[in-house]
Every structure is written in structure tokens, then in C-alpha cells.
């Protein structure tokens, strides 16, 4: 044999040991559970009464899907809005017809909840005359 063809045969042997290495490490990683989302919403006034009728949606780019994903959060009970969400970063926002829109983002993390409490404010477009 000459010396290239064993150089050819080494560097084969080395790149097949390599890609065996990555499949049973990638074989072992568990898929990442979903967390959930709680969005806390108050109307601001004194007695932090729970908002209701409020529209809120969680968008970002979701990696084990490989794609853009958006999420709307469904009330749970009054004031509370909640979603399952796989791990990614999500723009959340927050609207209501007459208070100001709100945005935050947020990192979900796999099986971990998050949540954002906020009041909402009064539109100046509303109040003015």
C-alpha cells in the first residue's frame, strides 16, 4: 500500500469513530419539556383588580421546530393568562382596548415556569380631547 491511501484509510477510520461519537451522544439527549407561560394582568387601580378580556401572545423562534412560532395565552381564571411553551426566547405581547400595549421578553427554559405580573395603564389616545 502506499502512504496516501493508508493516510486516506486513517483519516476515514478517524471521521467514522468521530460521527459514531455525535449519534450516541445525540441518542442520549432527552427532548426538552415544555414550560409554561403565566401572565399575571391587573386594571392598576387600588385594588389590583384582575384584568379580563386582555389578548396576549407569546412569539419567538423555536428551535426543535426550526421555525417562528406564536402562541396565545388562554385565561385561566380572572387576571391570569397561561400557555405551554417549548424552550425558546419569546416577544410577549400584551394588549387591551384601552390600555397601553406592553411588550417583555421572555426565555423559557425546558419544564421550568415563568411568569410576568403587570398593571395595565390607561391610553393617553383615549384621554385625550
Not at 387576571?79 to 421572555?106: H, K, M, N, Q, W
Request: proline share 5%.
Amino acid at each position: 500500500m502506499n502512504i496516501l491511501s493508508i493516510r486516506s484509510l486513517n483519516v476515514l477510520v478517524l471521521l467514522l469513530a468521530l460521527l459514531s461519537m455525535q449519534t450516541a451522544v445525540g441518542a442520549n439527549r432527552q427532548p426538552e419539556k415544555d414550560g409554561t407561560l403565566a401572565v399575571n394582568v391587573t386594571w392598576g387601580d387600588v385594588d389590583n383588580t384582575p384584568a379580563n378580556d386582555v389578548y396576549i401572545e407569546a412569539h419567538g423562534w423555536v428551535p426543535k421546530d426550526r421555525s417562528e412560532k406564536s402562541f396565545v395565552l388562554k385565561s385561566s381564571k380572572a387576571g391570569r393568562y397561561e400557555a405551554s411553551l417549548p424552550p425558546a426566547v419569546y416577544d410577549v405581547f400584551v394588549s387591551e382596548g384601552t390600555s397601553e400595549p406592553r411588550c417583555r421578553r421572555i426565555r423559557m427554559r425546558g419544564g421550568i415556569p415563568s411568569t410576568w405580573t403587570l398593571k395595565l395603564e390607561i391610553d393617553e389616545v383615549y384621554t385625550q380631547k
